[in-house]
């Protein structure tokens, strides 16, 4: 079974700096997708970011990109400029594509980011 | 406006009586899921659909029951059965059950009083 690990349950970082949030996960697949959502004080889950693992290059999306080592197994979010805006838990998530039961997320605990103004 | 509505957006539930969390989504998927989050925890998988009168459970689907009976439609049941009910309750859909992304609902907060 995959796990996804998100080490840091708290970080905050100062609006208009940069602020890198960490996560593992375990798996012994090679063809799977990342993501990160985010979930602000309204609860709505929302994508910042997806990474096929079959690619190479870093996925990135406006002020939010990833660095993918899938080596390593980590899939850093970093956020540039941070803006108030970006206060909330994120999450990081792991999906194996299953031909016949369908495709599942994994998702790790969190981290709750405040961006100070 | 397409998009993913849940309905209500707080329950609340007397010990011992079944309640009905409502999904609708009208952006033509054929995928949809159901999550339960607990404080400090990640999302964690209850049921999920395919397709249309197709259903599968997830990692944690005791006291829970779906029906899919329509492509917009996924309604989640949580029966007597379930021990801890009071969670937050997200509904999700994607466009297919392969590697598309999800997208999901804002969610539905049950309190068993």
């Known amino acids: 079974a995959q796990t996804v690990t998100q080490s840091q349950p708290e970080m905050s970082v100062q609006e208009a700096e940069t602020v890198t949030l960490s996560c593992t996960y375990d798996t012994s697949e090679n063809n799977y997708y990342l993501f990160w959502y985010k979930q602000p004080p309204s609860r709505q889950m929302i994508l910042v970011i997806r990474?096929?693992?079959?690619?190479?290059q870093n996925a990135t999306e406006n002020r939010f990109s990833v660095n993918f080592q899938k080596a390593a197994k980590s899939f850093s979010l970093k956020i540039s400029d941070s803006q108030l805006g970006d206060t909330a838990m994120y999450f990081c998530?792991?999906?194996?594509?299953?031909?016949?039961?369908?495709?599942?997320?994994?998702f790790g605990e969190g981290t709750q980011l405040t961006v100070n103004p | 406006d397409g998009g993913i509505t849940q309905s209500p957006k707080y329950l609340f539930r007397k010990e011992g009586q079944n309640v009905t969390l409502s999904c609708e989504q009208n952006l033509n998927h054929d995928a949809m899921y159901w999550y339960r989050q607990d404080p400090g925890q990640g999302l964690r998988l209850i049921y999920y659909s395919q397709i249309v009168n197709d259903f599968q459970k997830g990692d944690i689907a005791e006291g829970y029951s779906v029906s899919r009976e329509k492509k917009e439609s996924f309604p989640l049941t949580v029966t007597s059965a379930q021990k801890n009910p009071t969670a937050f309750y997200l509904c999700?859909?994607?466009?297919?059950?392969?590697?598309?992304?999800?997208?999901f609902g804002p969610g539905t907060r049950l309190t068993v009083l």
């Open positions: 998530a792991f999906m194996k594509p299953r031909e016949t039961s369908g495709s599942r997320l994994t």
């Open positions: 999700a859909s994607s466009i297919d059950a392969g590697i598309s992304t999800q997208y």
């Open positions: 990474q096929e693992a079959y690619k190479q």
